[in-house]
């Protein structure tokens, strides 16, 4: 073998293990949804077993649950769409006329633990009887979503060549036109990813759920916790129900993965 | 642009502004009000004005004490961890080997999934009696692995870890862009005076990658200094209080038992705090670059 070989040979073996460890609680989480509790109380833990459906059955039998999906689904969904409508015209404004008080507030932004914002908001909420709403969920979820959509758009627009848009202007388009007409769809492709990435930021957060939602409302990452009781931990649903949750976003990032950096430099308010 | 519209430009980002002050400001401004209050929710007293005494009291409480000096040793031990690991899954990951791009493309798994979700399947990992943790270090020989999550010395390591496993491939994903954008000339230049691999790491690529590790160790204190999702889930701050870290007390101190002033005291703190620790990276970072 040659030495060049040997040196190939040498990363791919310590790249794929590196990957290897790191994807393998995703492996192990699978699997374990596919176990009965017998096989889950096994040790040694088995690798080979009958799979079984029982643990999704139990799972999406659980009307809670899928109760608990629509909601993340509503809050994700309102946070992302509330931050992109607010936050495209904002960055279009930071792109082409140079604003830069807005770059000090999403520094601020990243910087400020969520818990600075939810004690004030839980009694704001709490005053306007709105905790446990969905309006409680989606207006503090901005708090990350807003950021995030301005500091990713504000890249995406400024890769618009100007041209075309002074032509438009000078052609006696407005200002609004000229966002809706012609930054808007030649960014489509930047709205995407900046809304999925505000999506997945949402359908992750656990603690403003954890203190704005009530029973009804609330999300999956609190309602995922459920499976661990005190004396006893539903091994095999909660495995199935951790990858119910996590699989949507491993699909969603897939499609994004050029941008999942940018992203998570601008908004990953983890508490 | 046309001077004539100079008002559009703050009426495009009046909307975000407004909503901005809603969410942030207001409760920011209000929650600075509440700091000097005593302030309970659930009790029938109204909130009472108290100045100072809301910070005097913190540096009384053991407790807070405690989580102050443990959240810097959980972001020193996540620094010391993920920088050099995440700089050394880069230069690996810039090699060439067959399957590289899907290798790049899976590191984003672990910053991507739902922390709460997997902090769980960790947990069950970890299991001291049927994790497979324990089963795979036994194949290593160790026999007797420590209680990862119940041992009091060892639980913050462990979280740590769980930590790592997360963001250590942002980290490296941060390098890669960093390393890609490297001069080579230097490298060559270096290759043709016969400098060993280790020379060329130790005089080239870390110096000229200094600035790329200061951006990822920036992102990684503001986070680590916030530490909560995983600890919430895996231990609750346990055994005792040991892996209690300032934004979990906090958390706990305002809405669990009801101190609402005197939470936001802590997070007033906790604040200045992630503030200042980032002001001091992007000071250092200056010189470097």
Known sequence: MSPQRRRRLFFAIAGWGVTFV??????????????????????????????????????????????????????????????????????????????????????????????????????MFLQLHLVGSFVSLIASHLIFTLPLTVWMMVGFIEAVPVEIEKAALIDGCSLVGVLLRIVVPLTVQGIAATGILAFIASWNNFLFALVLANESTKTLPVAVLGYIGYNSIQWGTLMAAATFITLPVLVLAFCVQRYIVRGLVAGAVTG | MAKRRDWAPELLSLPALVAILAVMGFPLLYLCWM????????????????????????????RFVDALGRTFWFTALGLASNLPLGLGIALLMNERFPGRAICRALLILPMVATPAAMGLVWVIMLD?????????????????????????????????AVDAWMWTPMVALICMAGLSALPTEPFEAALVDGASVL??????????????????????????????????????????????????????????????????????????????CTLVLIRLRRPAS
């Open chain 1, 22 to 123: 790191l994807v393998s609680p995703f492996l192990w989480m699978v699997m374990g949804s596919f176990k009965t509790t017998v096989d889950f109380l096994a040790y040694p833990p088995v690798f080979a077993f009958v799979p079984t459906l029982a643990n999704y059955r139990q799972v999406l039998a659980d009307n809670s649950f899928l109760h608990y999906t629509l909601n993340s689904t509503i809050v994700a969904a309102g946070s992302t769409g509330l931050g992109l409508l607010l936050g495209i015209p904002a960055a279009y404004a930071l792109a082409r006329y140079r604003r830069t008080g807005i770059g000090v507030v999403l520094l601020l932004a990243r910087m400020a633990p969520g818990i600075a914002f939810l004690i004030p908001l839980f009694v």
């Open chain 2, 35 to 62: 700091s000097l209050h005593r302030w309970s929710m659930i009790g029938f007293d109204a909130p009472r004005f108290v100045g100072l005494q809301n910070f005097l009291q913190l540096v009384q409480d053991d």
């Open chain 2, 199 to 276: 020379q060329r790491f130790r005089f080239l690529t870390l110096p000229l990658m200094m600035p790329t590790l200061m951006v990822a160790a920036m992102l990684r204190v503001m986070d680590l200094l916030k530490l909560i999702d995983i600890v919430y889930v895996m231990t609750g701050g346990g055994p005792g209080h040991a892996s209690e870290t300032m934004n979990l007390y906090n958390y706990l101190a305002a809405l669990s038992y009801d101190k609402i002033g005197y939470g936001s005291a802590i997070a007033l703190v906790l604040f200045a705090l992630v503030m200042a």
């Open chain 2, 128 to 160: 001291p009696t049927l994790g497979i943790v324990r089963y795979l270090l036994g194949g290593i020989g160790i026999h007797q692995p420590p209680l990862w999550l119940s041992d009091p010395d060892i639980v913050v390591p462990t979280l740590v």
